[in-house]
Structure formats: structure tokens, C-alpha cells
């Protein structure tokens, strides 16, 4: 099944990427948060009188500081998640160009989002991105600022232009739907718009909370995250959003102790672990949700595995299990395939 091998490789080439972000100097703090500034003028030198009401605004991402004298009005952001998120805050105006695709865009924001130039189906060049006069870059994956492709942060950095990275690849800690809520409250200050940020984030909890209270008192489904791969599987791990969606949909990640966001295991692990139901992972380039479940169907060493023989699987798209807006979404559509019979 070569289909299944390119998305692999993409996404261990982000996991790689966003390892040695951690490790750079630019990068040495794990998670993120915002503070005032105690700074009296602004980075061009202008007095804080200038700056509008509640700036500057100072934000502390994966180790790198940067103070906004004013909201940014031309973002590029890389990867599909980050501008998914900056539309739901009503950001539409902001966005120059996005880039890298990788689900079906929300029905509600599918319009604004189609407005948005798209720079490249995967991540632009450093050349590309400056093209389009951006005062921020907003990245979804380590790979936004990969070093070795000119985009490193201190690059965009030394061009005047501010970088921004979606916590999921800030550094060593788990990720859960708490990080996903200040995401959205980070990146709505930064545009002076908290208020947006707070009506998103009562939405979103509230689809969490009617999602995990169907499905409370009922026993743990054990889960597999299939993303891609033949010869081994490539999963989501502990690290990453997936397991918490997982957890609040009453189920558990059977991968849950892989350290990492997304790794490899083998096949006789997943046989040992004897998941009933299968997540896939749906997106762009990875082949289709059919070829897939055809591969899972036809290995024989997985004919006894009771999501194989029960033919349970639940498809998610990529998006929806990244820190984002639509991570809220798929905690139901998780829900409703681990336990049907509590939405009946």
C-alpha cells in the first residue's frame, strides 16, 4: 500500500522538526502565555500613548518573546489549523495567505477561507511567505520554521517580520483540550479581540461537556489512532491532543504511553493491545479512508484485533485532532462512535 508510506514520512519529518525546535536555542521553553509590557514606547521607537487600548501586548512562545504595540494586519499562516482558528475569531481581514491544506474546511468557514490566498499546498518558501509583506507568521507544525528550509523563526526574525507556533510543538509536556482554550485566548490578545475569544471558548466547552456527559459511567474503550503506514503504524502518542480527545469521549488511547506525538509501533503491538475501535486519521495525501480501512481489513494478523473483526472504526479528519477550533467537534464525533448507544 505505497499510499500509505509520503503522509508517514511527512509527519515524522514535523515530529523531527519540532524536536529540534525545542532543542534550538530559540526555542528552549516549553508552553506559552501572555503578560503585559512594562516597556513605555513601542519597537519603532513610538510612544505607548500611540498604541491602541490594551497594547502592548507581551507573549512568551516555545522560548521566543515578542511584544505587539498593535494587533498584526498581515498574517501568514502555515498549515490549515492556525487559520481555521483565526477565522472563527473573525480574523478574516488580518489573513494575506495561508498555506497546506490538510482536511475539508469547516461548512461555517469554508467561504472566508477560500478568500485567503493560498501561497503553497504545503509549507511555502521563506521567498514565497515575504511576498506577501506579513507582519506575523502564524505556524500549525514544527515544520512551519524548519531551519534547514530557511524559515527558521530567527530568519523571519532578522526580516522584521514576528513568528508565532501552535503550543502542540512548543516543548516536552502532554497537551489536552486545557491548551486548545489558551490557544485561542493567546492568539485573541495578540489581536485585541478577548472578547471573541471567550464566546469561542464557551462554544467549545460547551460541545466538550454534552459530549463527555452522554457517554459518563460507561466503560473505557480501548482506542487506535491509525494515521498511516504498512510496514509499521504510525499513531498518535501520549503527547499530543489525540489522547485527551480520546479520554473525553470516554475511551482510552492504547498508545497513550508513546512519548512522543505521533510515532511509530508495530503491528504485533497493536495485535497485543487489542484495541476495539480504530481512529483514522483522514487528510490530504495520506491515501483515502477506504484504502485504508481495505489494508486494516485484509491483514491477516489483525483478523482477531476486535476493532478488525467488528469492523468499528470512527474516521476523523487530521485537523480536528490538533490544537485548534475543531478539536471540540471531534470529541462528539468520537463519543458517538465509541459508545452509539448512548445517542441513541
Known sequence: MSPLFPPARRRRSLRGTAAALALSAA??????????????????????????????????????????????????????????????????????????????????????????????????????????????VYGGYGSAFAENEGRSRKAFADAGIDTYLNREYCGKKRVTMKDTYAEIRTVASIFGVPDRADKLIADLQSRVAKASAAVRGEPEVPVFVYDSGDKSAFT?????????LIRLAGGKNVFGDLDEVFGDVSWEQVVERRPEVIAIYDYAGAGSVEQKKKFLLSQPALADVPAVRNKRFVVLPLTATLVGIRSAHAVGDLARGLHPESFR
Open 236 to 244: 498518535a502518542g501520549g503527547k499530543g491532543l489525540g489522547t485527551d
Open 27 to 136: 526555542l528552549v521553553t516549553a508552553g506559552c502565555g501572555s503578560s503585559g509590557g512594562d516597556d513605555d514606547s513601542g519597537r519603532d521607537g513610538s510612544a505607548s500613548a500611540s498604541s491602541p487600548a490594551g497594547f502592548p501586548v507581551t507573549i512568551d512562545n516555545c522560548g521566543v518573546r515578542t511584544t505587539y504595540d498593535k494587533p498584526p494586519s498581515r498574517v501568514v499562516t502555515i498549515h490549515q489549523h492556525p487559520a481555521e482558528l483565526m477565522l472563527a475569531l473573525g480574523l478574516k481581514d488580518r489573513m494575506a495567505g495561508t498555506a497546506f491544506p490538510d482536511s475539508a474546511v469547516l461548512p461555517e468557514l469554508r467561504k472566508d477561507y477560500e478568500a485567503i490566498p493560498e501561497l503553497a499546498e504545503r509549507e511555502p518558501s521563506f521567498e514565497k511567505i515575504l511576498d506577501t509583506e506579513p507582519d506575523l
